[in-house]
């Protein structure tokens, strides 16, 4: 795979890594919605920087999210103790080299819309 680089809204927090074979796919759960406002969708990474203020919020005993707190963006998910986070596919600089493969937790998804692209859907992760 590439590598690439991303940035917050503000452009206080920028970072780069190379992405990993792990497909991109959209999350529809709970926490993910309410994290990004609608679904979430973040790439595997390895060999990421960081560099800005980021701010982490433990959102499960599983998991924790990473934002900017100057401008809020929601940017990284990464399970506790892991080395690299995942990546938020909307705050990365084209091109990406990313395409979405499917979709997880769509038993959870919100009822105002339809997955309607065809790409594999799974009730849980």
Known sequence: ?????GRCLCGAVTFAGRW??????ACHCGQCRRW????WAAASARGVTVDGPVRWYRSSDQAER???PECGSS?????????????????????TGLRL???IYVAD???????????P?????
């Open 36 to 39: 990004s406002g609608h679904v």
């Open 66 to 68: 990473g934002f900017c």
């Open 1 to 5: 795979m590439s590598d690439f680089t």
């Open 75 to 95: 940017l990284f998910w990464r399970q506790i103790g892991a080395a690299n986070p995942e990546i938020a596919a909307g705050a990365v600089d084209s091109p």
């Open 121 to 125: 859907q799974e009730a849980q992760g």
């Open 109 to 119: 998804k919100g009822d105002y819309y339809d997955i309607a692209d065809g790409l």
């Open 101 to 103: 493969a499917g979709h």
């Open 20 to 25: 990993t074979d792990d497909p991109l796919r």
